[in-house]
């Protein structure tokens, strides 16, 4: 339930009798450059996680928007996308919440560009960056002259001013309530607009470089460069991490220095006394780092990966063993589709072709799932 206790399936059933009026409301709100104001109220509910119940970071915020608020965006959004499609106004490098896009890609292209580096007998480096709550700190100004740069002017910047603003929200736990207050930075969590707007928010990060590759995936921020010296690689890495670190101290978003990973690739020697470094303090250099929901070694030989989600498939095929006596063929099937099957094809054009002994252990526990489906004992 929203904040008028509406669901979305009572709006599904009553659709054909409300389209007329809702079309109405819709095409209003664009021609007055309007965000209606009893869409911009949220209803927060805080979903435990684990560990202390009386400790509130252990709690997960769910931010619940009024339901024709969803209509309405998704029919914005989807201009908002053809205008910066057409005018090709995000980066290439932005894989994110964009049309024929997806993670793989993303993993492809930086594979690619670390694999050529090596190839070149180069010494190889990924920072993989980890931004605090970007999406809830976005400054609205910031965002708006951002907008207003890339041709979103007139009654479509009004209207996603209107959006903005005024927004409100409030905190829902069982029968009680807490007071509204108003949101002064973000883009609404659980909003379809929300991503699209944030790529527009960091597209200018592309323009803060001119030697690092930048691979993103919405905040997921992944940079990579490569030098036939480890001094200069070292020095330049350094010297431009600097200018991005300004360029996000500008822009009001906040780098997770403690979470932030640097990871050095290839068989080379490298000079640990010569570290990567972020406003004076060295950065954790790793061997093995989840990109992506991928687990990148720096020998890209994709056993840390494997052994991961070896791990995954043999807790669901735990379960798939549990209630075997219970369901039929199909039913086992569908479970397996749900739980096991996914893991396996992840990403799976982009770690599949790797060495057979390194997916033999995916083989197993592939057989061992046949062998429940179809209930048989050996």
Not at 170 to 177: C, D, F, L, R
Not at 311 to 334: E, F, H, M, Q, W
Request: with cysteine.
């Amino acid at each position: 339930m929203d904040y008028h206790d509406i669901n979305m399936s009572v709006v599904k059933q009553v659709i054909l009798n409300i389209a007329s009026p809702l079309t109405y409301v819709c095409n209003l709100s664009f021609q007055s450059g309007c965000f209606p104001k009893k869409m911009k109220i949220a209803k927060v509910i805080p979903l435990y996680k684990s560990n202390d119940k009386h400790s509130f970071t252990n709690y997960r915020p769910i931010s619940l928007l009024p339901q024709f608020s969803k209509i309405l965006e998704k029919l914005f959004n989807s201009r908002l996308e053809k205008f910066l499609e057409k005018h090709q106004i995000i980066n290439v490098g932005q894989y994110g919440f964009r049309m024929q896009r997806t993670t793989s890609m993303a993993i492809i292209e930086a594979v690619e560009e670390i694999t050529n580096a090596l190839d070149k007998n180069k010494y190889a480096v990924g920072i993989f960056v980890d931004l605090k709550k970007a999406f809830d700190t976005i400054n609205h100004s910031i965002l708006l002259d951002k907008l207003e740069r890339y041709g979103i002017r007139g009654k479509a910047g009004n209207w996603l001013k209107s959006y903005l603003t005024g927004r409100e929200q409030y905190v829902s736990i069982g029968h009680y309530h807490s007071e509204k207050l108003v949101i002064t930075c973000g883009v609404p969590q659980g909003s379809v607009l929300g991503p699209k707007l944030f790529n527009v928010y960091i597209n200018d990060i592309f323009d803060v470089s001119q030697v690092l590759k930048l691979i993103l995936f919405a905040d997921d921020t992944n940079i990579f460069f490569s030098s036939d010296d480890y001094t200069d690689l070292v020095m330049t890495v350094n010297m431009e991490l600097k200018l991005i670190k300004k360029w996000m101290d500008i822009n009001k978003l906040s780098l997770n220095i403690n979470k932030t990973k640097a990871m050095f690739f290839g068989n080379l020697k490298y000079n640990i006394e010569l570290p990567i470094i972020i406003e004076g303090v060295p950065i954790d250099n790793v061997s093995e780092n989840k990109f992506l929901g991928v687990i990148i070694d720096n020998k890209i030989s994709w056993k840390p990966h494997v052994r991961h989600i070896k791990t995954k498939i043999s807790r669901s095929l735990v379960v798939l063993n549990k209630v075997k006596p219970y369901l039929d063929k199909d039913a086992l099937r569908t479970l397996y589709c749900t739980l096991v099957l996914p893991y396996f094809t992840y990403c799976v054009e982009v770690w599949g072709n790797t060495y057979k002994n390194t997916t033999n252990p995916l083989v197993t526990v592939q057989k061992r799932a046949l062998r429940i489906i179809h209930k048989v004992v050996i």
